[in-house]
């Protein structure tokens, strides 16, 4: 009987030590948590280098600006932003002379490559004033203040332009005169009024002098004056006195224009 006891004491022994051994990794079960693995770190994505896009030159249009004129000046900012802005590419004088920029004054344009690339400030500016006195504006397009080109327009004649090449310095007067006086020693004054029947301008008269440089004194010796209509040797073919040159000057000219510029380059974009 004693026998039998001891063996269910054991076996009673053996079951406790047996279930409290299994308890700790049940109690390590409940207490593990999940551990997240944190997503790897992102940089931070560099800025666009805008510098390596193609610049958008706009032209300023100026509130009130004619149609007309937003053609014209809406051709030099597709000029300014072409591929090739080299007037002498055979491809760039077709649409100068005779095809979509035939509005553009070419010598104007040789120079604005050089002006965006170095100081857009220094660029070309532009005016309206109505020098013909029908009641509609003319657009003067000037290298800084200095004009060089008049544009115009009606109805029937469309738009139209005077200038003459960077040879000749442009004045406009305010009677509605236009000067253009040549450089070099020989000098030639052209003097041109508005004919409304053709919707031009046309010469009025032309004077020239030549005379010898003493550059010591800074003037001009034996002074030689001429008139009258270009001859085949390219002098004019008249000579006439000092008092006839200053009388035929003093019919033309009056006090020069003023005019307001405006600039003709607006911002500079850049394009995505």
Known sequence: MKTIILEIALALVLAIC????????????????????????????????????????????????????????????????????DINEESVQAKLWDGEWKYLYD?????????????PSQGPNYAL???????HPEMIMA??????????????HGIGMEH????????????????????????STTYLQFQEDLQCWN?????????????????????DYYGGDW?????????????EYRKIQETYVTEPMEFEWIPLLGECVHMH
């Open 107 to 119: 010598e104007l344009c040789m120079s604005l490559p050089f002006i965006l690339e170095n100081d």
């Open 203 to 223: 010469v009025a008269d032309i004077i020239g002098v030549y005379g010898t440089w003493d550059s010591e004194n800074e003037q001009m010796n034996d002074t």
């Open 129 to 135: 004033a109505d020098l013909t006195g029908d009641g």
């Open 18 to 85: 047996l279930s409290s051994c299994g308890k700790p990794d049940e109690d390590k079960k409940a207490v593990q948590k999940t551990v997240k693995i944190p997503a790897p770190l992102l940089l931070p994505k560099e800025p666009e280098d805008l510098s390596l896009e193609q610049p958008q030159w706009q032209v300023y249009l100026c509130p009130g600006m004619p149609q007309p004129y937003i053609e014209v000046l809406k051709q030099y900012e597709q000029f300014m932003n072409a591929d090739n802005q």
């Open 231 to 243: 001859g085949d040797d390219g002098w004019l073919d008249e000579t006439i006195t000092e008092e």
């Open 143 to 156: 290298y800084g203040n200095d004009p060089c080109v008049i544009y115009h327009y009606s109805d029937t």
């Open 164 to 187: 003459a090449s960077s040879y000749y310095c442009m004045t406009i007067y305010q009677n509605g005169i236009v000067e253009y006086v040549s450089g070099g020693v020989y000098s």
